[in-house]
């Protein structure tokens, strides 16, 4: 009898991680449904990276506010869940293998656990002040980026969810203290929950007991769950932000990705020893369709863009096509492929693991061409995204499609590419002419 807390416990572990797990591979299956493209150049820079704006947050502190609250968010989640550690081995072992929880508690000298366990409180509390901040900023002073109208419920229903877990989870872990120093001395550890103490001076130690139960096992199915609602979040980018800006883009911002098909033609039409008349070979390295019309048709590095977007509205702050009233919302662009991705996953899932054709894709019935077309190509928006996110790459194949594909550029842009190739420039006037402005005087 004495086993079954160790033994419902293992059994709420072994649930919540299985069912993260089974959503990772359905992550990872979703990613993966982009063609591939070679990401194995600039090694350092990419490590480089990765530990300068994943690690080291260093987007996110251009914008001070934020990035300082970020930050404590951040580094308090981390450090605070070393806590979880001692919590998931006395859940399995105490009354087990030892008589008490708090294993660390009689491993460790008594100064530095009190040491880890103040550190951990006077953080839980800093990151309540700033998840507090977080809410106020976001729902009374109502900060236009986080107001947009593709932030429809549950975009915003989701971000609030996330703020309301985080408070949770830190008043849990310091009732938690708080009622547990009743049995524990932890010397001077309870630097913030001992002013939570008198509230419970009134109660038996049983009860007390009871509470500081109660709050332990709420903190860890809290974070067991919080674990398995970020594949439905947009917090998922706290598992991705690594990966994504380790594969993100280390080319200049402003070089675009030639077609290679595309590129030998030409080079081929500029060859003089080439007979133009002759019955050229097939191309064989031509792809099957040019640009993208639907999530398959990008590269896993895109759709793993999409997964690891924030949704935190920088990239459509600084859109210039945005800021002048133009459709275009780079975030809307990321949230609308990630939306098509789950709605193709779904049908793989429900047709047995192959896709059956639902008569949908991104262009169009996600993406509008208004939007696309909207686009200055300035970077704005890869520049600001903290976490190396390249809406603009998107963008930028859908109109690839559009042009190759469908032939359906815009009139204006149609008239400069046959300017182009008729007089060698983007304006109408033959090669001839191009100086007669000088004699207009």
């Known amino acids: 009898m004495n086993y079954i807390p160790n033994i419902l416990f293992a059994i709420i572990l072994i649930a919540g991680v299985g069912f993260f797990t089974k959503n990772v591979k359905k992550l990872i299956r979703n990613i993966k449904l982009g063609h591939d493209v070679d990401v194995s150049d600039n090694t350092s820079q990419r490590w480089k990276n990765m530990a300068m704006i994943a690690l080291g947050q260093s987007k996110m502190v251009v914008r001070p506010v934020s990035g300082f609250l970020h930050i404590i968010v951040y580094l308090g989640f981390i450090i605070i869940n070393i806590e979880v550690v001692e919590i998931i081995l006395d859940g399995l072992f105490s009354g087990i293998l030892y008589d008490d929880h708090r294993l660390f508690m009689s491993i460790l000298p008594a100064p530095l656990y009190g040491f880890l ?6 953080l ?62 932890m010397d001077n550890g309870n630097v913030i929950s001992q002013y939570l103490t008198p509230l419970f001076s009134g109660f ?32 998922l980018h706290i598992l991705l932000a690594f990966p994504n800006t380790y594969f993100g883009k280390v080319k200049p911002k402003g070089e675009f990705d030639n077609l290679e098909a595309v590129t030998n033609e030409v080079k081929m039409m500029m060859d003089p020893n080439v007979d133009p008349f002759a019955a050229q070979p097939e191309n064989t390295d031509a792809p099957a369709k040019f640009g993208a019309s639907d999530v398959q048709d990008l590269s896993w590095v895109q759709l793993l863009n999409a997964y690891t977007c924030t949704e935190c509205g920088r990239c459509t702050s600084e859109c210039p096509a945005n800021r002048t009233g133009k459709k275009l919302s780079p975030r809307k662009i990321m949230m609308d492929t990630r939306d098509r991705l789950e709605e193709v996953g779904r049908n793989i899932d429900t047709n047995n693991g192959v896709f059956k054709e639902d008569g949908k894709q991104l262009l169009d019935d996600y993406i509008t061409r208004e939007e696309l077309w909207a686009c200055t190509t300035c970077n704005a928006c890869v520049e600001a995204c903290p976490v190396s996110i390249d809406p603009m790459s998107i963008i930028m194949d859908m109109r690839r499609y559009l042009v190759m594909e469908q032939s359906a550029a815009p009139l204006e842009l149609n008239n400069m590419m046959a300017n182009i190739e008729n007089n060698g420039a983007p304006w109408p006037y033959n090669q001839m002419d191009r100086l007669n402005w000088k004699n207009e005087n």
């Open 117 to 122: 366990i103040g550190t951990f409180e006077i």
């Open 124 to 185: 839980g509390l800093l990151v309540f002040v700033a998840v507090i901040v977080f809410w106020i900023r976001r729902n009374i002073i109502r900060i236009k980026r986080f107001w947009s109208s593709e932030m429809t419920s549950w975009p915003k229903n989701d971000a609030n969810n996330i703020l309301y877990i985080e408070m949770v989870l830190m008043l849990l872990f310091l009732l938690m203290n708080a009622t547990d120093l009743r049995f524990q001395a």
């Open 204 to 235: 038996s130690e049983s009860t007390i007991h009871y509470i500081e139960r109660g709050a332990w096992w709420l903190h860890i199915i809290g974070i067991l769950g919080f674990l398995n609602y970020l594949y439905f979040s947009k917090h």
